[in-house]
Antibody, heavy 125, light 107 residues
Framework: QVQLVQSGSELKKPGASVKVSCKASGYTFTNYVLNWVRQAPGQGLEWMGWINTNTGNPTYAQGFAGRFVFSVDTSVSTAYLQISSLKAEDTAVYYC??????????????????WGKGTTVTVSS | DIQMTQSPSSLSASVGDRVTITCRASQSISNYLNWYQQKPGKAPKLLIYAASSLQSGVPSRFSGSGSGTDFTLTISSLQPEDFATYYCQQSYNAPFTFGPGTKVDVK
């Protein structure tokens, strides 16, 4: 079945780095864009950006360029989110989500149809 | 950036109730509007895309409507498994912003 499997929870100290993985299965990895979404404790969903899994080209939402890096390894159908110089405010659940497309001539509609279970990153001294 | 608002922020309802949640965009987004359901400790789940198209496997008691700036998610007869938080999200322009969420809890 189609699924995204994310890596486990991380506890990091301020200033450290973390790399979260998102492994796809059940579909052709490079046919779909992969989104990253953040959810701080008790808060709503925040779109961080996406990565074209075919070209490896990332797009970052404002506030996520710089310390946040999206990458892919197509040989293992896996996307990565790396966060450097971690701060306490980076404490959150990070989700990867596949970008589905509904082709409705003349327009296409985009949505996040398959989600990973989330990776909790806790930043604390 | 397009701002999304939702109302109410929370509501209390009983099983069998008809529930309506409203989402408003700060500018016209045509019908590039998605709805997600999230239960505590779980990933969001896609319910509705393109404002009114039901995602495969989602019960028909969920429906969406609207176009332009104003959208509605309706649950025709609330079931026990529907108590959750609901988010709208625009897919018209990046950044693909979410609404703040509407929590539906037990009355």
């Amino acid at each position: 079945q189609v699924q995204l499997v994310q890596s486990g929870s991380e506890l990091k100290k301020p200033g450290a780095s973390v790399k979260v993985s998102c492994k796809a299965s059940g579909y052709t990895f490079t046919n779909y864009v992969l989104n990253w979404v953040r959810q701080a404790p008790g808060q709503g969903l925040e779109w961080m950006g996406w990565i074209n899994t075919n070209t490896g080209n990332p797009t970052y939402a404002q506030g996520f360029a710089g310390r946040f890096v999206f990458s892919v390894d197509t040989s293992v159908s896996t996307a990565y989110l790396q966060i450097s110089s971690l701060k306490a405010e980076d404490t959150a659940v990070y989700y990867c989500a596949r970008e589905g497309i509904a082709a409705r001539d003349p327009e296409d509609y985009y949505y996040m149809d398959v989600w990973g279970k989330g990776t909790t990153v806790t930043v604390s001294s | 950036d397009i701002q999304m608002t939702q109302s109410p922020s929370s509501l209390s309802a009983s099983v069998g109730d008809r529930v309506t949640i409203t989402c408003r965009a700060s500018q016209s987004i045509s019908n590039y509007l998605n709805w997600y359901q999230q239960k505590p400790g779980k990933a969001p789940k896609l319910l509705i895309y393109a404002a009114s198209s039901l995602q495969s496997g989602v019960p028909s008691r969920f429906s969406g409507s609207g176009s332009g700036t104003d959208f509605t998610l309706t649950i025709s007869s609330l079931q026990p498994e529907d108590f959750a938080t609901y988010y709208c999200q625009q897919s018209y322009n990046a950044p693909f912003t979410f609404g703040p969420g509407t929590k539906v809890d037990v009355k």
